[in-house]
C-alpha cells in the first residue's frame, strides 16, 4: 500500500479479548475481506498472517501482538492482533495505548471471560470506544441471545446489537442486520463478500424494532438530533447516519456484531461500519505528556513537531531491531533526525515500514495518527518516545501487571555471563512485562513474569537467540533468623604460630527488637580492658555472621548487640583477632537467646469464577494461607488472602488448572512472621545437608 492517507482517513484499532475467542482469526478474515491474502489460513496450521514467530506456530497461539494494515472504503485501517493468553497479556496494554478503539472479541460458547473484563477495564481506563464482537457463531451449542444478555449484564444495558446470527451453529452464514435492515448472506468460500435480501416474518418485526431502538440512541448521542427525534418523531436515515459516529464516539451505545472468523461470516459488515463510523486520530483529540522539566504538556495531532510513540520492539531474523510506532503529531520521512526523551540521545530514522505481520512494505512518509515500523533504531526500546529535539516531550509509559511467577536462573557452562547479562537486558526492552534482577541476600538472578509460559518462552529466546545453556529452578527463600529472649556469651579468641599472635576477647550481650527494626550494634565498655579502637572490628565480625546466618544461613534481623567487655593483648591483639571473636561472640550468644526463623508472608489476589471458588479456597487452606477478604466483581469473586512464599512457588500454574484457565491472581511481598515449628526444623536441617554436603 503505497497510496497516503489524511489522518481523518485512518482507523486504528486493537483486537483484543481472552485466548481463543479467535482474535487472530479475525485478523485474518479482515485481510481476505480487503483480498490482501487470497485464501484463509488457520491458526492450527500455522498459516496466519499475525502469527508468524515460531513459537506461536507450535504453540498455536498468538505471543506476540501483530501489526497489519489494509484499505476498506476508502478508509486505511491500521489494526493490531494482541494475544489473549493470561501471560502475554500486558502486550495488548501497549498496542491499546496507541489504538483509537477497540474490538473486543467474545468467544460464542465461552462468554465473558477473565481477559474479557481486563481488556474492556484497560479499555475504559484509558478512555477509547469500544465495539463488541460475538466470535464463532459457527460452532455447535452456541446461545446468542444468552451470551448476548450476560454480555448486557456486565457492560451495561447500553450494548447493542448491530447484527444478529439467523443461523447461529455449524453452517452459519446468515446475520441480520438492524443498520441496513436486511438479512446478510456470506458464501462458503471464506471470501466475506456477500448478498443481501430483504427480511420476512418475524425477522421482519425484529429488524424494524431495533431499528427503532438504534435511532433512539444516535438521538440520545446529540441534543438537536434529540429534539428532532422528539418534535419530528423519528430521525431520517441521513441525520440518523451523521449522529452515528458521535453516537459510538460518545458511547452513547456499545456496537455489538456477530462473526464467525473461521469462516469470514459477518465481517465485511464490521468492516464497513469500521470505515464508515470508526474513532480517527482526529476524534481522540489532544494527547497528555511531559515536558523535559516535568510540566505537562498538550501534544495535537496538527502540531508541526512530530512525536512518536514506540510501543513495541521485536528482534527479526535477517532484518533485525523492529521498532513499531504510532505518530502522534508531525510527520516521519526517511532521513529524520529525532530525539529520544527517555534516553537523552539522538536517533536519526532509516528505513520506514507499513507492516502486516513479518511481511514489510516500505515508505518515504507517514502522517500523524498513523502507525508503522522504524528498523535498526539503535538505543529505542518499548515504550520510549521520539521526538522534535527543538520540542522535547516524553509520552506516559503503560503501567504492566506485576509479575506472578519468578524461577532462579542456572547457566549450564561457565563464560556465558555477559551473553546471560546482554541476553537479559534485551529481552526486557523488548517485553517489559519480564523482569530480572540479580538478589544478593539468596545469591541468584531471579526472573519474572506474567505465567509460566511467558517465562519458557523467554527461556527459549535466550537460548536460540544468545546461544547459551540455561534452566530455571525454584528459587531460594529469603528465610530470616531472630531471637525470643535476651542471650549472652564470652568468647576468646587466642592463636599462637611462632612471632606475634593473635589475641582478644569479647564479652557480649543480645536482646529481641521489634519487627524490621533491624540490627542495631552498640558498646558500652568502661574502664581500659579493651581499646574503643576495636569496636569498629567487632561490630564488622557481628555484620559478617548476620550476613551469613547462624540457625540455617539466613540473615540476622530484629535484634539489639551490646559489647559490654573482654581483654586485649598489648602485642597480639588486632582488628582481625577482634573480628573473630566478635562473630564468635556473638554466634554463641545467638544461639542462647532461643533462635527461630522467619518466613516471607505475601498478599494474594485472586480473581476466580463463581463455580471455581470451593476449590480455589480449600487450595488456599492447603497452602497455609488465611484468607483476609472477600468481594465480588463483574461475575467474579475477588479472594484475598495472605500466604507464605514458599507455598506461591508456580501458583498461577495451579491456578489456572483449577478453573480452566479463567483464574488470575497478583502477589506482594506482604511482612515476616515466625515459622511454624515443623517447618522449621525441615529448613534447618535442609541447610544442615546442603552445608555438609
Known amino acids: 500500500m503505497s497510496k497516503e492517507f489524511q489522518t481523518k482517513d485512518l482507523r486504528n484499532f486493537a483486537i483484543v479479548g481472552h485466548g481463543s ?93 477473565v481477559g474479557t473484563s481486563k481488556m474492556w477495564d484497560f479499555s475504559k481506563r484509558r478512555g477509547i470506544p469500544k465495539l463488541l464482537i460475538i466470535n464463532a457463531l459457527d460452532k455447535e451449542h452456541t446461545d446468542f441471545d444468552a451470551v448476548l444478555e450476560n454480555v448486557r449484564e456486565r457492560f451495561g444495558r447500553k450494548v447493542f446489537p ?91 451505545f456499545i456496537p455489538l456484531f456477530s462473526t464467525a472468523g473461521e469462516t469470514n461470516t459477518g465481517v465485511a459488515r464490521l468492516m464497513d461500519f469500521i470505515a464508515k463510523f470508526g474513532h480517527s486520530p482526529l476524534d481522540h483529540g489532544v494527547t497528555k505528556g511531559h515536558d523535559s522539566g516535568g510540566a505537562e504538556v498538550s501534544i495535537d495531532l496538527d502540531d508541526p513537531q512530530p512525536v512518536v510513540k514506540v510501543f513495541k520492539t521485536v528482534s527479526e531474523a535477517h532484518v533485525g531491531d523492529l521498532s513499531y510506532f504510532r505518530i502522534f503529531s508531525g510527520t516521519i520521512k526517511s532521513g529524520l533526525e ?176 521489634p519487627r524490621d527494626t533491624g540490627v542495631e550494634f552498640t558498646n558500652s565498655l568502661v574502664g581500659q580492658n579493651v581499646d574503643r579502637v576495636f569496636v569498629p572490628s567487632v561490630e564488622k565480625g557481628v555484620n559478617s555472621a548476620c550476613v551469613e546466618g547462624i540457625l540455617a544461613g539466613y540473615h540476622v534481623v530484629d535484634l539489639k548487640i551490646d559489647f559490654y567487655d573482654g581483654k586485649m593483648h598489648p602485642v597480639d591483639s588486632k582488628d582481625v583477632a577482634f573480628q573473630i571473636a566478635g562473630k564468635h561472640a556473638f554466634r554463641d550468644a545467638f544461639m542462647s537467646a532461643k533462635p527461630y526463623l522467619l518466613e516471607p508472608i505475601y498478599d494474594i489476589q485472586i480473581q476466580v469464577p463463581d463455580e471455581n471458588l470451593g476449590d480455589v479456597m480449600g487450595d488456599i487452606s492447603s497452602r497455609r494461607g488465611r484468607i483476609q477478604g472477600m468481594d465480588s466483581k463483574d461475575g467474579f469473586q475477588i479472594v484475598n488472602a495472605q500466604v507464605p512464599q514458599m507455598e506461591i512457588y508456580r501458583y498461577s500454574t495451579t491456578l489456572r488448572s483449577l478453573t480452566g484457565g479463567r483464574g488470575i491472581h497478583s502477589e506482594e511481598f506482604s511482612h515476616y512472621e515466625q515459622m511454624q515449628r515443623d517447618y522449621e526444623r525441615k529448613v534447618i536441617e535442609k541447610s544442615k545437608k546442603e552445608k555438609d554436603g
Open 21 to 113: 475467542s479467535g482474535k487472530t482469526m479475525l485478523a485474518e478474515a479482515i485481510l481476505a475481506c480487503s483480498d490482501d491474502i487470497s485464501r484463509l489460513g488457520n491458526t492450527v496450521n500455522g498459516t496466519t498472517v499475525s502469527d508468524y514467530h515460531e513459537e506461536e506456530k507450535k504453540r498455536q497461539i498468538s505471543i506476540h501482538t501483530s501489526i497489519l494494515h489494509t484499505e476498506w472504503l476508502g478508509k486505511k485501517l491500521n489494526f493490531a492482533d494482541t494475544p489473549g493468553y493470561l501471560d502475554f497479556l500486558s502486550d495488548g496494554l501497549g498496542a491499546l495505548q496507541i489504538c483509537d478503539f477497540a474490538l473486543i472479541v467474545i468467544h460464542a460458547g465461552q462468554g465473558i471471560e
Open 162 to 252: 448491530m447484527t444478529i446470527p439467523i443461523n447461529a451453529g455449524v453452517g452459519f452464514n446468515q446475520v441480520l442486520d438492524v443498520l441496513r435492515r436486511k438479512v446478510v448472506t456470506y458464501p462458503a468460500d471464506g471470501s466475506g463478500k456477500y448478498t443481501e435480501s430483504d427480511p420476512s416474518g418475524d425477522w421482519a418485526e425484529l429488524v424494524e424494532k431495533l431499528h427503532q431502538e438504534l435511532v433512539e440512541f444516535v438521538a440520545e448521542s446529540d441534543d438537536a438530533l434529540l429534539e428532532k427525534f422528539f418534535d419530528e418523531g423519528g430521525l431520517s436515515e441521513e441525520e440518523m447516519r451523521a449522529g452515528m459516529h458521535e453516537a459510538v464516539k460518545n458511547e452513547s
Open 338 to 513: 529525532l530525539y529520544n526523551s527517555a534516553h537523552n540521545l539522538t536517533e536519526r530514522v532509516g528505513q520506514i515500514f507499513l507492516m502486516n505481520g513479518n511481511r514489510r512494505t516500505n515508505v518515504d512518509t507517514l502522517r500523524g495518527g498513523d502507525i508503522g515500523a522504524f528498523v535498526k533504531l539503535k538505543n529505542t526500546h518499548t515504550g520510549d518516545t521520539l521526538c522534535d529535539p527543538k520540542k522535547v516531550v516524553e509520552l506516559p509509559r503503560p503501567e504492566y501487571p506485576k509479575p506472578n511467577i519468578h524461577g532462579a536462573l542456572v547457566l549450564k557452562s561457565k563464560g556465558d555471563e555477559d551473553k546471560i547479562a546482554t541476553g537479559l537486558a534485551t529481552l526486557h526492552k523488548e517485553d517489559p512485562a519480564f523482569q530480572y534482577r540479580a538478589d544478593p541476600e539468596i545469591r541468584q538472578t531471579i526472573l519474572s513474569g506474567q505465567g509460566e509460559l511467558h517465562l519458557q518462552v523467554m527461556i527459549e529466546a535466550l537460548k536460540r537467540r544468545f546461544h547459551v545453556e540455561i534452566e530455571l529452578v525454584e528459587p531460594k527463600i529469603p528465610f530470616r533468623e531472630t531471637i525470643r529472649s535476651p542471650g549472652a556469651a564470652k568468647y576468646r579468641h587466642k592463636k599462637q604460630t611462632g612471632g606475634a599472635g593473635q589475641f582478644a576477647e569479647v564479652w557480649m550481650r543480645i536482646e529481641p527488637k
